[in-house]
């Protein structure tokens, strides 16, 4: 087992919305966390030899809607202190 970090969106660019993120198959997604600018994920996977596959990993703000579809939520990030900025972090399911 390994533990592998895997950007999604950078916050110099608006980063709500959906997001194809490229993970090992069957990697399990742990938390997010902004690292560097970066929204991340971080994931245990058991085999790292197993093929990418898109993620769909989608950002909304507090208060913006969330599609009537499966998602699994993921965690949270505050990434302007000063304002209070929250974004919420969640997996898109079926996709």
């Known amino acids: ?10 916050l ?4 709500i919305g959906l997001h194809k993120v490229p993970m090992l198959y069957g990697a399990e997604i742990l938390c997010t966390q902004i ?3 970066h929204i991340c994920v971080w ?3 058991v085999e790292s030899n197993d093929p990418l596959v ?5 950002i909304v703000a507090t208060g913006d809607p969330v599609g009537l579809t499966r998602r699994r939520y993921i ?4 990434y ?3 304002n209070a900025g929250v974004l919420h972090v969640l997996e898109k399911l079926g996709t």
């Open 35 to 37: 690292q560097d600018g």
């Open 80 to 82: 302007n202190p000063g």
């Open 1 to 10: 087992m390994k533990i592998f970090k895997y950007q999604v969106a950078s």
């Open 43 to 45: 994931a245990k996977v």
């Open 54 to 58: 898109p993620r769909s990993i989608e």
């Open 75 to 78: 965690g949270s990030v505050f």
């Open 12 to 15: 110099k660019e608006n980063p």
